[in-house]
């Protein structure tokens, strides 16, 4: 007797409570699971990537059923073939078409001009990098064409014109004068001449034909200030002038800022825009080299509503103001990356207070040297409750009472990055303490006297008592696995759901700590290079007990040969990035196995891997249907990178 077919209703429901990779996976079982996993609380800001072909035609007319997509077309040109591929999308999903972007393309005006009127319903339009259309200066030079534009566009709200080298105050005009109601503007990268009269406090010259000024960006914000909430204006020369006649554009109340690399802001223009933009929620000024700890004090003093912040790569920032920053109770997101003079002790003292205080999900601390491991045990036990993202990488000073703090007082943590912490070994990802062997300098001083070096006895130099850096740790016996899988202590398996971890470069890690303490089931990113001391029985455990894995480096992991290649891979279905640069034993049979069994495969690395040939490496591309780059770099005797 057959068992009746559960309602779809009911499928979607179970699948609810799957992770979206797992509920993937799922939709393949059988037919009604695929239906059940479309179901529209699944469908949200659904967006498809892939390149301009003969095969994505079929693949567009497909989508035609689907209410509400976005689309990422790559590889676009002036080709027959392109302009098929932009009709089909113009026909099939039109006003259902909510986002669009065409990456690495150089597409002619006229293709895209044929498209736009049908997609009416279009929300975020993304035009980075494409010079190809503006470098003449006539993209929507005709009225007819403005019209038609403007009744396509009226409701755009994202407009990205980053990185293009040839936009003009005319074309700027021209397309901003088709989207009346933007919501944010991005114009990172382009060449935008800041002209400024300080008399008379706003952007003066004449308009140029071949770059955009500021005096037209002006025009637009006082245009659209009364929609416009977030404005991108990264790695620009924009003047501090410049910046403070945008700040007091009346109404105009911008929620999200980027000035990334703008390295002309002082501290005053950074003052002056927290006075006139009290509503920012989330600010980016890293790589503001002339920025001190001023401009943080500004912000905790102004944007009390901030939630997002980066200062990454501000290298006058010291901990002043770090303190005063931590009393904004929304701040979520702090990026402090390469702030080398940043210690954490202003950090601490900020959360320590009984006020309200940031409840950070995300913090960046990477390559701030002067971090220590008390720092980190004291954010550890004030962020317990709430943080869920946490580098550390390069803080080359932190040892295992670090990881020891972060398994016990982090439960919740997701992402955990500490590539780079040389004194991270076995002990600290087990969570235990490594025995001594009672050896304490003064004491042998007491014993033995002063020791004189061979070759200075008679002069009085004395030989330097041995350091602790300078001792190998001791190796991890059974004993102690034995002792480890009895003890409920601080290992770093409490971080039961974590999906990505960085451990590069952590050179004292063996399989004994990586074969025990790796097991996490929803871990989508890994990373182990520079591991000399693990082998097979690392990449075999981890391939076992962390099923979901997406992305795993594992470049210059000496050890690694086929044999562990061919009992991990066939646990590792959901692969797509796998870099295996400077495995010496890494041959073609493991190239083999990987089209074999890593069909989602998009990024492949097996650079200076002596042993394989670039025939294999044909080979793989013929079998692996999502393959976009393949790094060979002196295989075969070849040099080269391949992107497909």
Known sequence: METPDLPLEIISHILSFLHASDRK???????????????????????????????????IRGLARRARCGLIIS?????????????EVGVQLGPRLESLALPGSSITESSLLGLLPHLTGLRKLDLNGLDSLFM??????????RQQIRAALKNLEDLDLSDLRYLSDLTFNRLTGCTPKLHRLALAGCHIAFEFDPYRGCAVGPGSSAILSLRNLHHLL?????????????????????????????????????????????DYSIELLCR???????????????????????????????????????????????????????LSSLDLSECLHVGGAELVKGLSSPQPRAQLESLSLRNCTYIRDAAVYSLAQLL?????????????????????AIASYLPGLLVLRLGWCKEITDWGLLGMVEPTNGYEPSKEMEKKGPSFTRTFGNMGFFQPPRMPFQEKPRLVTDKDLGAFREQEGASLLALKGLQELDLSGCSKLTDASITEVLRFPALQRLSLSMLPEI???????????????????????????DEGM???????HRLQHLHLACCDSITDRSLTLIGRYCKRLRTLDISMCKDITVTKVDFVQSRLPFLEKVQYRFVGGADLILTL
């Open 25 to 59: 996976e799922a939709s393949l079982v059988c037919r009604s699971w695929y239906e059940a996993s479309q179901d529209h609380q699944f469908q949200k800001q659904v967006i498809f990537k892939f390149p301009a072909s003969v095969s994505s035609l079929g693949f």
């Open 75 to 87: 590889h676009l040109d002036a080709s027959s073939l392109s302009r098929q591929v932009l009709v």
């Open 136 to 145: 003449s200066g006539a993209f929507l030079s005709r009225e007819e064409h």
């Open 222 to 266: 006082q245009e659209q200030a009364s929609t416009l909430r977030s404005l991108d204006l990264s790695r620009t020369s924009i003047t501090p002038e410049s910046l403070r006649s945008l700040a007091q554009v009346p109404r105009l109340r911008l929620e999200e800022l980027s000035l990334q690399g703008c390295k002309e802001l002082t």
């Open 276 to 330: 006139h933009q009290t509503g920012l929620l989330s600010l980016d000024l890293s790589a503001c080299t002339e920025l001190t700890s001023r401009s943080m004090l500004a912000v905790a003093t102004e944007l009390k509503g901030l939630r997002a912040l980066s200062l990454s790569q501000d290298w006058r920032m010291t901990d002043k103001g770090l303190a005063d920053l931590m009393a904004l109770p929304g």
């Open 384 to 404: 317990g409750s709430s943080l869920r993202e946490l580098d550390l990488t390069s803080c080359i000073y932190l040892t295992d009472l670090s990881v020891r």
């Open 535 to 561: 082998s097979d029985e690392s990449l075999v455990s981890v391939a076992q007990h962390c099923r979901c894995l997406t992305s795993l480096v594992l470049s210059h992991c000496s050890q690694l040969t």
């Open 566 to 572: 061919a009992r991990a891979l066939p646990h590792l």
